[in-house]
C-alpha cells in the first residue's frame, strides 16, 4: 500500500512539476511576422524565428507574465494563466515612432542570401513618374531601366520576361501585347497595399519559381485598425480602405486607382491627341476562423485604355556638322485596350508552432487589342549648321520625302489558372519547405499587322515600278492549351561554434506538356560569418535555372509558332559579401556581389521600348558577369540614403549566324552584346531635412544607365552593335508634413486626420533628353537614318497625401 501511494505522489509530483507549453507569433501592425523578438519569463527565454514563431517552456500552474522586447518594436508584456499543458497565441507588437519620413533598408536578418528586405511604410517619399515598388527597385544594384514611363526592369542583363513577381505568393502576370511605356499605365502592385518588400538579383532558392533573372516578392498588408488613405497628384489619385473588425477576425483592403499619362505624354515630340485612361481596383480579405486557420481572397481588376490621334511631330537630330529635322504629319488613329482580371483564394493552416501549410488557388485572364491605322508623311531636312548664318537651324534644303503607312489589328485572350500547395517546418536552426503547383494555360491569338513604306514615289522595299510590296507582313491566328507541373523541395540549417555557418539546399522538378520537356534544377548556397572584429559575413550561392516558353518564346518574327522550342537555361553563381560598420557615428552597410552567368538552348530576341520580339529558335549560348555595390546609412542622422553602382557584361552567340567578306570566305560574328546590355549602372537615392524642422524633407533620385545596343530593321543581330546615348535623369522632392500622429512634434487641431502631407516634384530636373528606342526612315537609295524617340522633357508635380 506504501509503495502504491508512494508511486501515486511522486506521479503526481512528476505531473505538477511538468512544464507549460506556449507557443505562437508575433506580428507587426500590418500582420507580417517579427523575427528577432525576445521573449523571457526570469531566465527562462527564446527568440522569434524569421517568421515570427516562438516557443518557449514555462512553468505550470500559475498567473505569469512575460516580457517581450525588439529593438524597432515598443516592450510588451504578455500574461498568461498556465493551467493546461499548452496554449497558442498570436501577439501584435507596435512599432517605435519615428520623427522624420523615411525609406529603410532593412536586410539585417536576411544576410544569409540573396533576398534584400525593404520596408515600404514610407514609399510614397520616393520622387517617381511612376508610383511603385519597381521605382524603388530600379535603384538597386543590378537593376537597369531606361524608361521612366514603365515599371518594368532588366536585372544583370536579363529581360522583362524573366522577372519573377509575387503577391502574397500568388504569382503575377502582366498583359502580353503592350509595345511602349506609355500604354503601360498603372503596375499591379498598390504601394499603399504593400506590408512587406523582398527582392533577389539572382541565385535566389528552389521556393521560388522557375525564371532566370530576378524574384520580387510582394506582401500586402493585413489590416489592424479602420483607415482611409487618400492620394493625388498631376498624373492621378487613388484610396485605400482598410477596415477590422471588433473580433479581430476580418479584415479588409480595398484599393481604387485611377492614372493619366497625359501630362506625361504632353512633353513629348508629338503633338497628339492623348488619351491615356487607366485603371485598377484590388482587395485583400482575410478571415481568422481561428489562431491557427486563416482564409484570404486577394483579387484585381485592371482596365488599360490608351488611345492616340495624331497629328504632327517634329525631332532634330544628329551632330553639329550634320543637323537633321524631321518632320510628319499623321493622319489616322490607335486605340488599345488591355483588360485583365485575377483572383486568388489563399487558406492558410498553422498546424503547430513549427508546421505551417498552405493552399492556394487562382485564375488570371487577360483580354487585349491593338487596333491602328495610322499614315504619316515626312519630310527629312538638313540644317542649317554655320553659327553666322542668319538661317542657322533652319531646314536648308530636304533630303528625302516620304510617307509609311501602318495598320494592326492584335487580339489576343489568355486564361491561366493555378493550383499549388505550399508548406514550411520550422524548427530552432532548421527549416524545411516544399510545394507544388498545377498551371492550366489557354491563350487565344490572332495577330494582323503590315506597314508600308513608300520614299520618293517608290514602295519600299524597290524591285518593280508596277508591283507594291509591303515593308513588313504579319499574320497569325495561334491557339494553346497546355498545363504544366512543378514541385521543390528545400532544407536550410545553421550551426554557431566561435564562428558562424550555414547552408541552404533545394531542387525543383518542373514539366510542360506542351513541349514534353522534364527540368530538375538543384540549388545551393552556404554562409560564413567569421568570428572577426569587423562585422562581416560571406556567402557563396549557386544552381540551375530554367524558364519554359510562356507563349512569345514560341512566336518568331513573322508570327509564326515553333512548337519545338524548349526551355532557356542557366547556371548562376554569385559571391557576395556584407559589411556593416560604424561611420559619423552612425550605422552603415557595404553589399558587394560578383556572379558569373552561363547561359545555354538561350532564344535570341530584339528589344523595341518595352516590346520583345523572340526569334523562337534555341540557337544562342551566351554569358552573363558582373560586379555590383551598394552602400547605404544614415549619410544624414535619422534618414538613411543609398548609393549603387553595377558593371556588367551580357554576350551570346548565335550559333547559325555568318556572313560572307569580300574574298567569299564565311565568318562567324561568335559573341555579340544581347539588347540589355548595359554595361554600367549607378544611382543615388538620397534624403536630407532642415535642421531642427524634420517635418521639412527634400529627397533625390539620381540614375546614369550606358547606352544599349540597336541597329536598324530587318538587320542582322551582329550587325546591331550601335549604342543608344546613356540614361541619365535627375528627379527631386520637397515635402511638408502638416499631420502625423505618430510624431509628436507634428501637433494639429485637424484630429480626424492621422496624416497629411504636400509634396513638389520635379522630374528631369536638368532637363535631359532621353532616348528610348528609334524611328527609321528610308530614301529610294536605301539609305536609313535613325530619328531618336525621346522621353519626357523637365515637368513638375503636385502630391498630396492624407491619411485619415
Given at each position: 500500500?506504501?509503495?502504491?501511494?508512494?508511486?501515486?505522489?511522486?506521479?503526481?509530483?512528476?505531473?505538477?512539476?511538468?512544464?507549460?507549453?506556449?507557443?505562437?507569433?508575433?506580428?507587426?501592425?500590418?500582420?507580417?511576422?517579427?523575427?528577432?523578438?525576445?521573449i523571457k519569463y526570469k531566465k527562462i527565454g527564446t527568440v522569434s524565428n524569421s517568421d515570427g514563431y516562438f516557443d518557449i517552456k514555462i512553468p505550470r500552474n500559475r498567473q505569469i507574465t512575460l516580457v517581450v522586447s525588439h529593438i524597432s518594436f515598443k516592450p510588451d508584456t504578455i500574461n498568461v494563466n498556465t493551467l493546461?499543458?499548452?496554449?497558442?497565441?498570436?501577439?501584435?507588437?507596435?512599432?517605435?515612432?519615428?520623427?522624420?519620413?523615411?525609406?529603410?533598408?532593412?536586410?539585417?536578418?536576411?544576410?544569409?542570401?540573396?533576398?534584400?528586405?525593404?520596408?515600404?511604410?514610407?514609399?510614397?517619399?520616393?520622387?517617381?513618374?511612376?508610383?511603385?515598388?519597381?521605382?524603388?527597385?530600379?535603384?538597386?544594384?543590378?537593376?537597369?531601366?531606361?524608361?521612366?514611363?514603365?515599371?518594368?526592369?532588366?536585372?544583370?542583363?536579363?529581360?522583362?520576361?524573366?522577372?519573377?513577381?509575387?503577391?502574397?505568393?500568388?504569382?503575377?502576370?502582366?498583359?502580353?501585347?503592350?509595345?511602349?511605356?506609355?500604354?503601360?499605365?498603372?503596375?499591379?502592385?498598390?504601394?499603399?497595399?504593400?506590408?512587406?518588400?523582398?527582392?533577389?538579383?539572382?541565385?535566389?532558392?528552389?521556393?521560388?519559381?522557375?525564371?532566370?533573372?530576378?524574384?520580387?516578392?510582394?506582401?500586402?498588408?493585413?489590416?489592424?485598425?479602420?483607415?482611409?488613405?487618400?492620394?493625388?497628384?498631376?498624373?492621378?489619385?487613388?484610396?485605400?480602405?482598410?477596415?477590422?473588425?471588433?473580433?479581430?477576425?476580418?479584415?479588409?483592403?480595398?484599393?481604387?486607382?485611377?492614372?493619366?499619362?497625359?501630362?506625361?505624354?504632353?512633353?513629348?515630340?508629338?503633338?497628339?491627341?492623348?488619351?491615356?485612361?487607366?485603371?485598377?481596383?484590388?482587395?485583400?480579405?482575410?478571415?481568422?476562423?481561428?489562431?491557427?486557420?486563416?482564409?484570404?481572397?486577394?483579387?484585381?481588376?485592371?482596365?488599360?485604355?490608351?488611345?492616340?490621334?495624331?497629328?504632327?511631330?517634329?525631332?532634330?537630330?544628329?551632330?553639329?556638322?550634320?543637323?537633321?529635322?524631321?518632320?510628319?504629319?499623321?493622319?489616322?488613329?490607335?486605340?488599345?485596350?488591355?483588360?485583365?482580371?485575377?483572383?486568388?483564394?489563399?487558406?492558410?493552416?498553422?498546424?503547430?508552432?513549427?508546421?505551417?501549410?498552405?493552399?492556394?488557388?487562382?485564375?488570371?485572364?487577360?483580354?487585349?487589342?491593338?487596333?491602328?491605322?495610322?499614315?504619316?508623311?515626312?519630310?527629312?531636312?538638313?540644317?542649317?549648321?554655320?553659327?553666322?548664318?542668319?538661317?542657322?537651324?533652319?531646314?536648308?534644303?530636304?533630303?528625302?520625302?516620304?510617307?509609311?503607312?501602318?495598320?494592326?489589328?492584335?487580339?489576343?485572350?489568355?486564361?491561366?489558372?493555378?493550383?499549388?500547395?505550399?508548406?514550411?517546418?520550422?524548427?530552432?536552426?532548421?527549416?524545411?519547405?516544399?510545394?507544388?503547383?498545377?498551371?492550366?494555360?489557354?491563350?487565344?491569338?490572332?495577330?494582323?499587322?503590315?506597314?508600308?513604306?513608300?520614299?520618293?514615289?517608290?514602295?519600299?522595299?524597290?524591285?518593280?515600278?508596277?508591283?507594291?510590296?509591303?515593308?513588313?507582313?504579319?499574320?497569325?491566328?495561334?491557339?494553346?492549351?497546355?498545363?504544366?507541373?512543378?514541385?521543390?523541395?528545400?532544407?536550410?540549417?545553421?550551426?554557431?561554434?566561435?564562428?558562424?555557418?550555414?547552408?541552404?539546399?533545394?531542387?525543383?522538378?518542373?514539366?510542360?506538356?506542351?513541349?514534353?520537356?522534364?527540368?530538375?534544377?538543384?540549388?545551393?548556397?552556404?554562409?560564413?560569418?567569421?568570428?572577426?572584429?569587423?562585422?562581416?559575413?560571406?556567402?557563396?550561392?549557386?544552381?540551375?535555372?530554367?524558364?519554359?516558353?510562356?507563349?512569345?518564346?514560341?512566336?518568331?518574327?513573322?508570327?509564326?509558332?515553333?512548337?519545338?522550342?524548349?526551355?532557356?537555361?542557366?547556371?548562376?553563381?554569385?559571391?557576395?559579401?556584407?559589411?556593416?560598420?560604424?561611420?559619423?557615428?552612425?550605422?552603415?552597410?557595404?553589399?558587394?556581389?560578383?556572379?558569373?552567368?552561363?547561359?545555354?538552348?538561350?532564344?535570341?530576341?530584339?528589344?523595341?521600348?518595352?516590346?520583345?520580339?523572340?526569334?523562337?529558335?534555341?540557337?544562342?549560348?551566351?554569358?552573363?558577369?558582373?560586379?555590383?555595390?551598394?552602400?547605404?546609412?544614415?549619410?544624414?542622422?535619422?534618414?538613411?540614403?543609398?548609393?549603387?553602382?553595377?558593371?556588367?557584361?551580357?554576350?551570346?552567340?548565335?550559333?547559325?549566324?555568318?556572313?560572307?567578306?569580300?574574298?567569299?570566305?564565311?565568318?562567324?560574328?561568335?559573341?555579340?552584346?544581347?539588347?540589355?546590355?548595359?554595361?554600367?549602372?549607378?544611382?543615388?537615392?538620397?534624403?536630407?531635412?532642415?535642421?531642427?524642422?524634420?517635418?521639412?524633407?527634400?529627397?533625390?533620385?539620381?540614375?546614369?544607365?550606358?547606352?544599349?545596343?540597336?541597329?536598324?530593321?530587318?538587320?542582322?543581330?551582329?550587325?546591331?552593335?550601335?549604342?543608344?546615348?546613356?540614361?541619365?535623369?535627375?528627379?527631386?522632392?520637397?515635402?511638408?508634413?502638416?499631420?502625423?500622429?505618430?510624431?509628436?512634434?507634428?501637433?494639429?487641431?485637424?484630429?480626424?486626420?492621422?496624416?497629411?502631407?504636400?509634396?513638389?516634384?520635379?522630374?528631369?530636373?536638368?532637363?535631359?533628353?532621353?532616348?528610348?528606342?528609334?524611328?527609321?526612315?528610308?530614301?529610294?537609295?536605301?539609305?536609313?537614318?535613325?530619328?531618336?524617340?525621346?522621353?519626357?522633357?523637365?515637368?513638375?508635380?503636385?502630391?498630396?497625401?492624407?491619411?485619415?
Amino acid at each position: 500500500m506504501r509503495f502504491l501511494f508512494s508511486i501515486f505522489f511522486l506521479a503526481s509530483f512528476s505531473l505538477i512539476a511538468q512544464d507549460f507549453n506556449l507557443s505562437g507569433r508575433f506580428l507587426n501592425s500590418v500582420g507580417v511576422g517579427i523575427e528577432g523578438v525576445t521573449i523571457k519569463y526570469k531566465k527562462i527565454g527564446t527568440v522569434s524565428n524569421s517568421d515570427g514563431y516562438f516557443d518557449i517552456k514555462i512553468p505550470r500552474n500559475r498567473q505569469i507574465t512575460l516580457v517581450v522586447s525588439h529593438i524597432s518594436f515598443k516592450p510588451d508584456t504578455i500574461n498568461v494563466n498556465t493551467l493546461g499543458k499548452q496554449k497558442y497565441i498570436i501577439k501584435y507588437l507596435v512599432e517605435n515612432q519615428t520623427t522624420i519620413p523615411e525609406i529603410t533598408l532593412v536586410e539585417d536578418d536576411d544576410r544569409k542570401n540573396t533576398i534584400v528586405k525593404i520596408n515600404p511604410k514610407e514609399l510614397s517619399v520616393l520622387t517617381s513618374t511612376v508610383d511603385g515598388v519597381e521605382s524603388l527597385i530600379k535603384t538597386l544594384p543590378g537593376v537597369a531601366s531606361t524608361n521612366e514611363m514603365s515599371s518594368q526592369y532588366s536585372v544583370r542583363g536579363g529581360n522583362f520576361d524573366e522577372n519573377l513577381v509575387y503577391v502574397n505568393d500568388v504569382e503575377i502576370y502582366r498583359p502580353f501585347l503592350i509595345r511602349s511605356g506609355e500604354q503601360e499605365g498603372l503596375s499591379f502592385i498598390n504601394p499603399d497595399m504593400v506590408a512587406a518588400i523582398e527582392f533577389s538579383a539572382g541565385g535566389f532558392e528552389a521556393r521560388y519559381g522557375d525564371k532566370l533573372s530576378s524574384v520580387l516578392d510582394i506582401t500586402y498588408k493585413q489590416p489592424r485598425k479602420k483607415s482611409i488613405t487618400l492620394r493625388g497628384s498631376m498624373l492621378g489619385g487613388g484610396v485605400t480602405l482598410e477596415n477590422y473588425s471588433k473580433n479581430k477576425r476580418f479584415s479588409s483592403l480595398i484599393g481604387i486607382r485611377y492614372r493619366s499619362n497625359s501630362y506625361l505624354l504632353g512633353s513629348l515630340d508629338t503633338d497628339a491627341d492623348f488619351t491615356p485612361d487607366f485603371t485598377d481596383m484590388q482587395t485583400y480579405i482575410t478571415y481568422h476562423f481561428s489562431p491557427e486557420i486563416k482564409i484570404s481572397l486577394l483579387g484585381n481588376y485592371a482596365r488599360n485604355r490608351y488611345n492616340i490621334i495624331p497629328q504632327t511631330r517634329e525631332t532634330e537630330f544628329g551632330t553639329i556638322n550634320e543637323a537633321l529635322k524631321l518632320t510628319v504629319y499623321f493622319d489616322g488613329q490607335e486605340q488599345d485596350s488591355y483588360e485583365t482580371g485575377m483572383g486568388a483564394l489563399i487558406t492558410s493552416f498553422q498546424v503547430n508552432p513549427k508546421l505551417n501549410l498552405k493552399w492556394i488557388s487562382s485564375v488570371f485572364h487577360t483580354e487585349e487589342q491593338e487596333f491602328y491605322d495610322i499614315n504619316g508623311e515626312y519630310w527629312l531636312g538638313e540644317l542649317d549648321n554655320n553659327l553666322g548664318s542668319d538661317n542657322f537651324g533652319d531646314v536648308v534644303f530636304d533630303r528625302g520625302i516620304g510617307a509609311f503607312l501602318d495598320h494592326s489589328r492584335n487580339q489576343l485572350r489568355a486564361t491561366v489558372h493555378n493550383y499549388s500547395h505550399k508548406a514550411s517546418w520550422l524548427e530552432n536552426d532548421k527549416s524545411f519547405q516544399w510545394g507544388i503547383k498545377y498551371q492550366k494555360e489557354f491563350i487565344k491569338d490572332k495577330l494582323k499587322e503590315w506597314s508600308m513604306i513608300d520614299s520618293a514615289f517608290y514602295s519600299l522595299p524597290h524591285q518593280d515600278s508596277l508591283q507594291i510590296l509591303l515593308n513588313e507582313s504579319i499574320t497569325s491566328d495561334t491557339t494553346l492549351n497546355s498545363y504544366r507541373f512543378s514541385s521543390y523541395f528545400q532544407h536550410s540549417n545553421s550551426f554557431e561554434r566561435n564562428q558562424q555557418f550555414g547552408y541552404n539546399s533545394g531542387i525543383r522538378l518542373n514539366y510542360w506538356s506542351f513541349n514534353k520537356e522534364l527540368l530538375i534544377t538543384p540549388r545551393a548556397s552556404i554562409w560564413y560569418k567569421p568570428n572577426w572584429q569587423k562585422d562581416m559575413l560571406f556567402r557563396l550561392s549557386t544552381g540551375l535555372y530554367h524558364q519554359s516558353p510562356f507563349y512569345r518564346e514560341l512566336r518568331d518574327l513573322d508570327g509564326n509558332i515553333n512548337l519545338d522550342v524548349k526551355a532557356q537555361k542557366s547556371v548562376h553563381v554569385v559571391f557576395g559579401n556584407d559589411f556593416q560598420f560604424t561611420w559619423w557615428d552612425r550605422p552603415f552597410k557595404l553589399v558587394s556581389e560578383i556572379y558569373y552567368k552561363y547561359l545555354y538552348d538561350v532564344v535570341p530576341y530584339e528589344l523595341d521600348n518595352v516590346r520583345i520580339r523572340y526569334y523562337a529558335h534555341n540557337n544562342a549560348k551566351g554569358y552573363a558577369t558582373g560586379l555590383d555595390l551598394r552602400l547605404n546609412g544614415e549619410f544624414v542622422p535619422g534618414v538613411e540614403s543609398w548609393a549603387s553602382l553595377s558593371v556588367m557584361s551580357i554576350k551570346e552567340d548565335i550559333l547559325d549566324d555568318f556572313y560572307l567578306d569580300e574574298g567569299g570566305n564565311i565568318i562567324y560574328p561568335g559573341y555579340i552584346a544581347k539588347p540589355t546590355d548595359q554595361r554600367v549602372n549607378f544611382s543615388i537615392f538620397f534624403q536630407d531635412y532642415l535642421p531642427n524642422l524634420p517635418t521639412y524633407t527634400v529627397n533625390l533620385s539620381l540614375v546614369y544607365g550606358s547606352g544599349m545596343p540597336f541597329g536598324a530593321p530587318k538587320s542582322e543581330r551582329y550587325q546591331q552593335n550601335f549604342r543608344i546615348p546613356p540614361y541619365k535623369r535627375v528627379d527631386i522632392g520637397f515635402s511638408k508634413v502638416f499631420i502625423d500622429k505618430n510624431n509628436p512634434q507634428v501637433i494639429s487641431k485637424f484630429k480626424r486626420f492621422d496624416y497629411l502631407s504636400l509634396s513638389l516634384e520635379v522630374f528631369n530636373l536638368l532637363q535631359i533628353r532621353n532616348t528610348v528606342s528609334y524611328i527609321w526612315v528610308m530614301d529610294v537609295y536605301g539609305t536609313q537614318y535613325a530619328v531618336p524617340n525621346y522621353l519626357t522633357s523637365r515637368l513638375i508635380n503636385l502630391k498630396l497625401v492624407a491619411k485619415l
